[in-house]
């Protein structure tokens, strides 16, 4: 392996795509949204310059996410978004194809993962190895998981929650579950349509869900202003929405990610169990920065659960991580050349 190869990490993700270069960090945070002319199909804009598009577009311009639920739904619009942000994060002068190391949900099938292999080799890596998700963010979250302890990880997207018991390196028992970010910004994008006839967009609910969210309900509550257009005279109005309202919202959505916690935990071996009482549930992921969510964990579970630090960062880091150690880590990682 020559030192001129440069290595990439790429966490490619429902919402987001994170590249990590070794030695530089995270080079690169932009949405995994590209935005297409529909009538010559041709990819106009790839990451912030297409979110800026979403639900503002002409009707010949489609901004979509080529990424469904952690998994690849559009095969030529992700080997183009891959391309671009491989580039990007080389910069222009790169004369050497880069080695990428790309985080897949723990769920995928085998056709799914070659899907991901294929497009980051047509995007231009020399050579590709996906790696599943649960045991990136816990490299990444610090947690030595070659010891022969239990460490259980959830790491919450925005299109997957994935839950992971490791130990030896290597995944006992896992899910993954379609229910995260995104189903979050649904509920409260429905609950504001039913309780107030207010029309809000994905991104409005976003800043809602971040501003005012909390999984479980607040004593001094937030508060904060909505706009958006009202159903009924179709005009532009405002209004105010609180915390516990939101709570309220999201409830079910919270309900089937603990679900998928208890599951795994259920499945676990009682010696790791043991091991997962003590060290606790360790929350990586964008979505688990909802406020109180480890509150909310600990109260349905009874294991005490710590957010990660850099928790949107974790899997990201970790394939930085792995790259550096691919020997080390060789049982996780599975490679195509």
Same mark, same amino acid.
């Given at each position: 392996?020559?030192?001129?190869t ?10 987001t795509?994170?590249v990590y ?16 002319s529909?009538?010559d ?13 979403i ?6 311009i ?6 469904k ?7 030529r619009v ?15 002068f ?10 897949v ?8 993962r070659?899907?991901?292999?294929e ?8 050579s590709?190895y996906?790696?599943?998700e649960?045991?990136l ?11 022969a302890h239990?460490h ?5 997207g925005?299109g997957t ?9 290597g #995944?006992v028992?896992?899910?993954s579950v ?6 979050i910004?649904q ?9 107030f ?8 609910a976003?800043?809602?869900?971040i501003?005012?969210g ?9 508060v ?5 257009r009202?159903?009924l ?5 405002s209004t105010d929405?609180?915390?516990?309202? #939101? ?6 959505e919270?309900?089937?990610m ?13 010696e790791?169990?043991?091991?997962i009482?003590?060290?606790?549930i ?16 600990f109260?349905?579970?009874g ?12 899997v990201?880091k970790?394939?930085g991580?792995?790259l ?8 996780s990682i599975i490679?195509?050349?």
């Open positions: 392996m020559s030192f001129l440069p290595k990439l990490g790429i966490d490619l993700g429902t919402t795509v994170l270069v070794p030695g530089k960090g995270v080079v690169l945070n932009e949405p995994s949204v590209v935005a297409v529909e009538i199909n041709k990819i106009l804009a790839v990451g912030n310059e297409a979110k800026e598009m639900g503002r577009t002409p009707d010949e489609i901004a979509y996410r080529p990424m639920d952690g998994v690849i739904a559009d095969y992700t080997e183009a978004m891959l391309r671009y942000y491989m580039r990007k994060a080389l910069g222009r790169h004369l050497f194809k880069p080695e990428v190391l790309i985080s949900p723990a769920g995928v099938s085998s056709t799914e070659r899907a991901v292999i497009a980051a080799t047509k995007a231009g890596a020399k590709a996906v790696v599943k649960p045991i963010a816990a490299i990444g979250a610090g947690i030595p998981i070659h010891e239990g259980m990880i959830v790491d919450i925005g929650i994935d839950v992971a018991v490791i130990s030896l390196g #995944i028992a896992s899910t379609k229910c995260a970010g995104n189903r910004d509920a409260i994008a429905d609950y504001i349509k039913k309780t006839n207010l029309a809000v967009g994905d991104k409005t976003e800043q809602i869900k501003q005012v909390s999984a479980v309900p607040l004593e001094e509550e937030l904060m202003v909505i706009k958006g009202d159903f005279t179709g005009l532009p109005r929405i609180r915390t516990n309202e #939101i709570v309220k919202a999201i409830h079910k919270l309900r089937e603990i679900k998928a916690m208890r599951e795994v935990l259920q499945e676990t071996p009682p790791l169990a043991a091991d009482i003590d060290r606790g360790i929350m990586t992921g964008g979505s688990s920065q909802l406020r109180n969510f480890p509150e909310l964990v109260r349905r579970t294991v005490k659960a710590i957010l990660a630090k850099d928790a949107p960062y974790c990201a970790g394939t991580i792995a550096n150690h691919l020997d080390t880590y060789k049982r490679a195509k050349r």
